[in-house]
């Protein structure tokens, strides 16, 4: 006989592991199916929020590759700006960070299977079957947390993201400090973060139609920065948050990358991902308590709490990215906007209220 699981969530990355720990600690029954080996390579820079913290109740610091205090700024490798950070930013490798995650889920209950992909979905009356290269599997909810690249949302019927080319590739250098390079690439920027013992540099556009091939532009940029051109580039599309979308279907609800919340700005994917692994949790806690309206309200909750202030990250990534050059001088180098904007990457601050204190100090005129 199959067993029937409360809810069965796929893809063990960020959003899978924090709906599985959330819902496992409320004592439902979990199965994560993956479909890599685990723990997996997840190609990301690998910069969190530590606002993470505040929806769990145990201590991420063995996840936590190194911390960083500063953040630096150029403009076509020049005009430099360097600057304190509110808060550490935490920089880890996410083989580890997810599998600490995963792994404090298993410890509440949950149900990791591996090198289980699944290959089709069907909606029985009052339960889900999930096709998967193994048996087929059954579950009364079932979450979509499958990525960029999974294919959930098709299967389910939700809007689904539109992928940008995106690179990253990592360098055996360390005790550099995390740097954004503005003007290097049309519509987008470079990122270099630092893990104790390496250092990534990813490359994405943010905006207007995609170019050819972003790795000539990584190769440049990496033998600038005196760093040996690369074979171990990896490629890996990004979903960047481009409107409100319903998150919700019958008996089941989509999270992180596979329902594009990553920020248009700053291509932050993982604080988003793991807010909406929370409150997936939450609201099949309720459905499975009885609340008919639980999943709706699910899709409410994330515009709310994520969309809303996505809409001016959109706004003001589509006025940098216009005018990048003017943007960088009064957006970015000016010391109050950097603090701004470290405040925003630590989570301490909502693109709204940065709009807002605009709106008052522009207000006498
Ligand atoms: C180059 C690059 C740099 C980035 N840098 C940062 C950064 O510094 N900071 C940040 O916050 N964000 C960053 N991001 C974004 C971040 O990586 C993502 O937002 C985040 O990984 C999303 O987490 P997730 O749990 O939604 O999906 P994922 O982490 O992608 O996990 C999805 C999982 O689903 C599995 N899966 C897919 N299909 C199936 C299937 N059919 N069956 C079973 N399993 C399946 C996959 O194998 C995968 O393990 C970056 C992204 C890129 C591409």
């Not at 940029?221 to 005196?226: C, R």
Request: hydrophobic fraction near 40%; proline fraction near 5%.
């Amino acid at each position: 006989m199959t067993t029937m699981f409360d809810c069965i969530i796929v893809g063990a990355g960020p959003a899978g592991g924090a709906a599985a720990y959330h819902l496992a600690k409320r004592g439902h029954s979990v199965l994560v199916l993956e479909k890599d080996t685990w723990p997996r390579q997840k190609p990301c820079g690998g910069g969190v929020s530590p606002a993470i913290a505040q929806w769990f109740d145990f201590d991420f610091t063995p996840a936590i590759s190194t911390t960083v205090k500063k953040i630096r700024y150029t403009w076509k490798l020049s005009d430099p700006v360097e600057t304190e950070i509110v808060k550490p930013m935490w920089m880890v490798r996410r083989d580890v960070f997810d599998q600490f995650l995963m792994q404090q889920a298993v410890d509440v209950g949950a149900k990791l299977q591996t090198q289980t992909e699944v290959t089709g979905i069907k909606f029985k009356s009052d339960r889900w079957q999930v096709n998967t290269n193994a048996e087929p599997l059954e579950a009364k909810y079932l979450i979509a947390a499958d990525g960029t690249k999974g294919p959930m949302a098709k299967w389910l019927g939700l809007k689904q993201s539109k992928l940008r080319q995106s690179l990253i590739a990592e360098f055996p250098v360390s005790g550099q400090i995390p740097t954004f390079e503005f003007g290097m690439v049309k519509n987008g920027s470079i990122w270099g973060f630092p893990k104790a013992d390496s250092y990534s540099i990813s490359i994405a556009t943010f905006r207007g139609s995609e170019p050819k091939d972003l790795s000539k532009d990584l190769t440049q940029y990496a033998n600038k920065m005196g760093m040996a051109a690369s074979n171990s580039m990896v490629d890996h599309p990004i979903c960047l948050w481009d409107g409100d979308k319903t998150l919700h279907t019958q008996n089941a609800l989509i999270a992180g990358d596979a329902a594009s919340l990553a920020d248009p700005l700053s291509a932050e994917g993982i604080r988003p991902s793991i807010l909406s692994g929370v409150k997936a949790a939450e609201a099949i806690d309720q459905a499975l308590g009885g609340a008919s309206n639980a999943l709706e309200k699910y899709t409410q909750i994330i515009q709310k709490e994520w969309g809303a202030d996505m809409v001016w990250a959109g706004n003001l990534a589509g006025l940098f990215y216009r005018f990048p050059g003017i943007g960088y001088k009064v957006g970015v180098k000016v010391p109050v906007a950097t603090q701004l904007i470290s405040k925003i990457l630590c989570g301490e601050l909502r693109y709204a209220d940065v709009i807002d204190k605009a709106k008052k100090s522009l207000s006498p005129f």
